[in-house]
């Protein structure tokens, strides 16, 4: 394998998401879920692609379903590590894994097609 690392973090809602309020989810969940977007970022964890897989599914997933899936390229793989160690950190008193599972895959470019 060589740099850049490809990174796919699949995610989905969970049921803490689904039972709080509008308000709950508008002033607390999806700010720090936009705020650790932005934190990936930082990090850097560069955007490759994105697929959110809600066209033929409503309401929670199941494991080993997800709901939406982020692939990025990362020089080094401490920043993946770092990423997954983002969503547990509590930002103004909220933390991501609240609200949101999340699972980190380390790949490469799919050799057939970008390589």
Not at 37 to 51: D, I, P, Q, Y
């Amino acid at each position: 394998m060589h740099k850049p690392y490809r990174v796919m973090v699949a995610g989905a809602a969970l049921e803490n998401f689904f039972s709080a309020s509008d308000e709950e989810k508008n002033e607390r969940a999806l700010p720090r879920f936009r705020r650790l977007l932005a934190e990936w970022e930082e990090l850097g964890a560069h955007v490759v692609a994105s697929m959110c897989d809600d066209v033929f599914q409503v309401g929670p997933t199941e494991p080993p379903r997800w709901a939406w899936y982020l692939l990025f390229d990362v020089d080094d793989l401490d920043v993946a590590a770092a990423m997954i160690q983002a969503t547990r950190e509590e930002v103004d008193g909220v933390r991501a894994d609240q609200y949101f599972r999340f699972e980190l895959r380390i790949g490469r470019p799919f050799y057939a097609r970008e390589e």
